[in-house]
């Protein structure tokens, strides 16, 4: 069976770009006669908002999604995270690492796809018993790849293009990285659409999947919506909240961004009457990996 995921951080209210990344999801897998799944990535509690959760909730049983089983919460599942870093411990596929981020920017020599590589520093040194340490992942110079389904063949060898990555924070806090992959894997997810943003984390992603055991579920990464400076929406960049009174044309304006064929009278349909529609005619073929506005 498929199993699709909408999984937004409550660091705010759902925006416009957050409701294109759901609407794909949620149209990729209904029209597969799928499971959608609702998790809230609230791992890094530092960056949640009190109450955002529950707006988020509310916004998108107001916009007519209808989510499988219980809403999961990553804030409650630290238990499963730690297990997973402990079996890498064992391992030996992970280290102990003291580096504060001006020390690694001061003697990286390399720039990888997101900034400054960890040059290895605490991988060959052993770090004090007593002292605060984050997790880092060893990396290989293997190449990783996989084909996503909208933008193509993807590669990187990751010791070169990304390093040894955090898996937990020195203050506790388990990476995006860690938590999505035992997430995905642990409720079944089979097909994952999201924002092109995140597409190169899916080496990392899929080179933790094999490590831990776990299949790689099919990839697909849309466009971002952009602001008229060129910047993802989002909300460092101030984009506004999901409007309550005007949902129906902010769907139609969702699909349209989507590049879904619209029919001339979707604007006389209800609410219920654009999802049965965008169900019974989704075709992801027709997104192109291009960005636009």
């Given at each position: 069976m498929?199993?699709g995921?909408?999984?937004?951080?409550?660091t705010g209210p759902?925006?416009?770009g957050?409701?294109?990344?759901?609407?794909a999801?949620y149209?990729d897998?209904r029209q597969?006669?799928?499971?959608w799944?609702?998790r809230?990535e609230d791992?890094?509690s530092?960056r949640?908002?009190k109450?955002?959760s529950?707006?988020?909730i509310?916004?998108?049983?107001a916009?007519g999604?209808a989510?499988d089983g219980?809403v999961?919460y990553?804030?409650?599942?630290?238990a499963?995270y730690?297990?997973m870093?402990?079996?890498?411990q064992a391992?030996?596929l992970?280290?102990?690492?003291?580096?504060?981020?001006?020390?690694?920017a001061?003697?990286s020599?390399m720039?990888?796809i997101?900034?400054?590589?960890?040059?290895g520093t605490?991988?060959t040194?052993a770090?004090?018993?007593?002292t605060?340490a984050?997790w880092?992942?060893k990396t290989?110079?293997?190449?990783?790849?996989?084909?996503d389904?909208?933008?193509?063949?993807q590669?990187?060898?990751?010791?070169?293009?990304?390093?040894d990555?955090?898996?937990?924070r020195?203050?506790?806090?388990?990476?995006y990285q860690?938590a999505v992959?035992?997430?995905?894997?642990?409720q079944?997810?089979t097909?994952?659409?999201?924002g092109?943003d995140?597409l190169?984390?899916?080496?990392?992603?899929?080179?933790?999947?094999?490590?831990l055991?776990?299949?790689t579920?099919?990839?697909a990464?849309?466009?971002v919506?952009?602001n008229?400076d060129?910047?993802?929406?989002s909300?460092?960049t101030?984009?506004?909240a999901l409007p309550?009174?005007?949902?129906?044309?902010?769907l139609?304006?969702a699909?349209a961004?989507?590049?879904?064929?619209l029919?001339?009278?979707?604007?006389?349909?209800?609410v219920?009457?654009?999802?049965?529609?965008?169900?019974?005619?989704?075709?992801l073929?027709h997104?192109?990996a291009?960005?636009h506005?």
């Amino acid at each position: 069976m498929t199993i699709g995921r909408f999984a937004p951080s409550p660091t705010g209210p759902l925006h416009f770009g957050s409701l294109v990344a759901a609407v794909a999801s949620y149209c990729d897998a209904r029209q597969r006669g799928g499971q959608w799944l609702l998790r809230i990535e609230d791992v890094d509690s530092t960056r949640s908002i009190k109450g955002a959760s529950d707006d988020i909730i509310r916004t998108l049983a107001a916009y007519g999604f209808a989510w499988d089983g219980e809403v999961v919460y990553q804030s409650q599942r630290s238990a499963l995270y730690q297990q997973m870093l402990e079996q890498l411990q064992a391992r030996a596929l992970v280290y102990a690492c003291t580096c504060s981020r001006k020390e690694i920017a001061d003697s990286s020599t390399m720039q990888g796809i997101e900034g400054a590589i960890y040059p290895g520093t605490c991988r060959t040194h052993a770090v004090a018993t007593d002292t605060a340490a984050a997790w880092r992942l060893k990396t290989q110079a293997a190449p990783i790849s996989f084909t996503d389904l909208i933008q193509g063949h993807q590669q990187h060898a990751l010791a070169s293009a990304i390093g040894d990555f955090v898996l937990k924070r020195a203050d506790g806090v388990f990476s995006y990285q860690l938590a999505v992959v035992v997430d995905d894997a642990l409720q079944g997810v089979t097909h994952i659409v999201r924002g092109a943003d995140l597409l190169n984390s899916t080496t990392r992603q899929i080179y933790l999947q094999q490590l831990l055991g776990y299949p790689t579920p099919l990839y697909a990464h849309i466009p971002v919506v952009i602001n008229r400076d060129g910047q993802k929406l989002s909300k460092q960049t101030l984009a506004q909240a999901l409007p309550s009174d005007n949902i129906k044309a902010t769907l139609i304006a969702a699909l349209a961004f989507l590049q879904q064929p619209l029919p001339d009278a979707i604007h006389t349909y209800s609410v219920d009457g654009i999802w049965q529609w965008a169900l019974s005619h989704w075709q992801l073929p027709h997104i192109t990996a291009a960005q636009h506005s």
